[in-house]
């Protein structure tokens, strides 16, 4: 089974609109964290948010939130207010049972203008 | 600044032939960890440690070979036995302890076989 379903192979978004990123995570371990990356086409890997599975809040950072969902074991990401600059891939990754990231296939965004 | 640094940014090697892929951080990280990432598709674990001297295998350690004589450098080698070496491979470090242990990562190395 996947541990990490991103069923959004691509996505696109106006720019200044809001846009949610799908992420959903299957784990028996209660104590993960959930991370979302962002990749543009230079290729680095760039961390852009973390909840943790005991965090009682949805973790922000400026424009982007996690709408972490438990019970749904889901942990959509939500950009606001869409930038050109905000088109890249976007992946979802689950640490679990020590220090290893786990990571899904990844959504393309395309921000228009 | 603090960072990880990974050379070459682009490597071409002939079949047969063992490349080794340097990464090296200076952010006072314990843990260094190689990924293999495919065109369109996420990133997969090669190998891992956590502390100098130790280290473990990933879920794709098959071909590859690592070391770790030093807190700040991690070194990849894609030996020969690797079947299908061409891919784009990141380095990344954290700290050790939940709740802090976010990876960053390197630049990433792009490896051609030709």
């Not at chain 1, 846009?19 to 086409?41: A, E, H, I, R």
Request: with cysteine.
């Amino acid at each position: 089974a996947q541990k990490i379903t991103q069923t959004q192979p691509g996505m696109f978004v106006q720019e200044k609109e809001a846009v949610t990123l799908d992420c959903t995570y299957d784990t028996s371990d209660p104590s993960y964290g959930l991370f979302w990356y962002k990749q543009p086409s230079s290729g680095e890997m760039i961390f852009l948010i973390y909840q943790g599975s005991y965090d009682q809040q949805n973790a922000t950072e400026g424009r982007y939130s996690l709408n972490f969902q438990k019970a749904r074991k889901s942990a959509n990401l939500v950009i606001s207010a869409s930038q050109l600059g905000d088109s890249a891939m976007y992946f979802c990754a689950m640490r679990e049972y020590g220090n290893k990231l786990v990571f899904g296939a990844g959504t393309i965004l395309r921000v228009k203008s | 600044d603090g960072g990880i640094t990974q050379s070459p940014k682009y490597l071409f090697r002939k079949e047969g032939q063992n490349v080794t892929l340097s990464c090296e951080q200076n952010l006072n990280h314990d843990a260094m960890y190689w990924y293999r990432q495919d065109p369109g598709q996420g990133l997969r674990l090669i190998y891992y440690s956590q502390i100098v001297n130790d280290f473990q295998k990933g879920d794709i350690a098959e071909g590859y070979s690592v070391s770790r004589e030093k807190k700040e450098s991690f070194p990849l080698t894609v030996t020969s036995a690797q079947k299908n070496p061409t891919a784009f491979y990141l380095c990344a470090s954290s700290n050790n302890r939940v709740g802090t242990d976010t990876q960053y990562f390197g630049p990433g190395t792009r490896l051609t076989v030709l």
